[in-house]
């Protein structure tokens, strides 16, 4: 290659550097260009022009270039062309076409962070935890996260078969899902027993503070006597946007620190405090979390479990400590890259390390079905010609009875959580 064509690259991939809405946010930076490097690209980026087998287009080299600058920081940053940016703007508003699932990247493979309430993926089992390692025979490996988003997304009514490795099996085995138009129910509320109730945030999105107050507001509604306890679940939550976690937290708290970032540049040092605006205050609270609740999860767990004002229940989170700022570029894409750190209000550090439960519970399954017999001793119900129940208000005690064996049976981290609320209003009515 001649000097003048070398020359030309050069100058074309550092005026290129120089029109990023990127670059010159610091004078110091720009002058301290890394020329030397900068050479040894655009002998690369000449050389893939004129000896690669196939001829490539200037503007998809340079696409992959930066894809490859970006992955090689951390799993979370990314470069969103037009389609990828146009559709994580629809997933922050809560309705996207695709499988349902939130994933990251580990060792070149594609893991799952968590399945979405009520969405194909959930459906056909997919668990927090899993790798993806192909998609329709294809493997993921060596492929950027965006890309294999980008597969997993298609036509509703359409199939795609996942290969996954799951911790405990053997050997990878396939999943069959049918793509759907995904819109996330958000807030699932409902009380479980009379004055203890339930409410399960599936994703931090826009709304998710506003349906929650009015979430809120209606189980107040329901238990006219007397609020006793509420359940969040945060399991399988794979996090979303930093201001719904604030606005979820202050919910719940007075005054204080929720959480603070910490990065390199000035824009993301931050610290958001609540404001007085406490819901259902002195009412005992569980917090449920698992490997799969990560990011802004972990931003309200860790937010109340510092202020002492929820009880954190169930197993480590995931570990998602960092924040990622989207950077909108001037031809319709974005960058997603990761811009600082959030700590607790105590100060601690969630990145790798996750919030370590109160009180860890494991989900595990029990049989109700089996004989229920208090260990073999027989009581009045097996003699013979003993009096039948009178059917009276103890029906309703019965109901609540079985509610319980189905906690026990298909969510016994839940179960637990509503039998510690109970012990702690009973704690809290003797004390006064």
Avoid at 110 to 124: F, M, W, Y
Avoid at 167 to 196: C, H, M, W, Y
Avoid at 212 to 228: C, F, G, P, S, V
Avoid at 376 to 387: F, M, Q, T, V
Wanted: glycine share 8%; proline share 3%.
């Amino acid at each position: 290659m001649n000097m003048l064509k070398k020359l030309s690259i050069i100058t074309f991939f550092v005026l290129f550097i120089a029109q990023s809405p990127m670059a010159g946010n610091n004078e110091n930076e720009s002058k301290s260009l890394p020329l030397d490097d900068i050479r040894i690209f655009t002998e690369i980026f000449s050389k893939i022009k004129d000896d690669y087998v196939e001829d490539i287009d200037d503007k998809k080299l340079l696409e992959n270039a930066i894809r490859g600058m970006l992955q090689g920081l951390d799993p979370h940053s990314a470069y969103l062309d037009e389609v990828a940016y146009k559709q994580l703007q629809e997933g922050t508003s809560g309705e996207f076409g695709g499988l349902g699932i939130e994933v990251g990247s580990e060792d070149g493979f594609v893991k799952v962070i968590s399945p979405i309430d009520g969405t194909p993926a959930e459906r056909a089992g997919i668990k927090a935890g899993d790798l993806i390692i192909r998609l329709d025979e294809k493997s993921v490996k060596g492929i950027s996260l965006m890309e294999a988003v980008k597969m997993m997304r298609g036509k509703p009514g359409s199939e795609i078969t996942l290969t996954i490795v799951r911790e405990g099996e053997e050997k990878p085995f396939d999943i069959i899902i049918v793509r759907d138009v995904i819109t996330v129910q958000n807030i699932k509320a409902e009380t479980l027993e009379s004055g203890f109730a339930y409410v399960r945030i599936a994703n931090f999105q826009t709304h998710t503070v506003d349906d929650l107050k009015k979430a809120l507001i209606k189980l107040k509604d329901q238990n006219t006597d007397e609020l006793k306890g509420l359940v969040m679940d945060l399991r399988n939550n794979p996090g979303g946007l930093l201001n719904a976690a604030v606005g979820v937290s202050d919910l719940f708290l007075n005054n204080g620190l929720i959480v603070y970032t910490e990065g390199r540049i000035k824009d993301s040092k931050l610290k958001f405090n609540a404001k007085p605006t406490e819901m259902f205050k002195n009412v005992p609270m569980v917090i449920l979390v698992n490997g799969g609740s990560a990011s802004a999860s972990e931003i309200v767990a860790g937010a109340l479990q510092d202020h002492s004002r929820a009880i954190i229940m169930g197993e480590r989170t995931f570990g998602k400590g960092s924040v990622q700022t989207i950077l909108p570029m001037n031809n319709q894409t974005a960058l997603k890259l990761t811009t600082a750190r959030y700590f607790t209000p105590s100060g601690r550090s969630i990145q790798a390390s996750g919030i370590e439960p109160d009180m860890i519970v494991k989900n595990v399954t029990f049989d109700t079905n089996r004989e229920n017999k208090s260990n073999g001793l027989i009581k009045e119900s097996d003699l013979s010609g003993h009096l039948d129940e009178k059917n009276s208000e103890n029906d309703n005690v019965e109901k609540e009875m079985k509610n319980n064996n189905l906690f026990i049976e298909n969510d016994y981290q839940l179960y637990e959580a509503l039998n510690l609320l109970k012990g702690l209003w009973i704690h809290l009515k003797k004390t006064g």
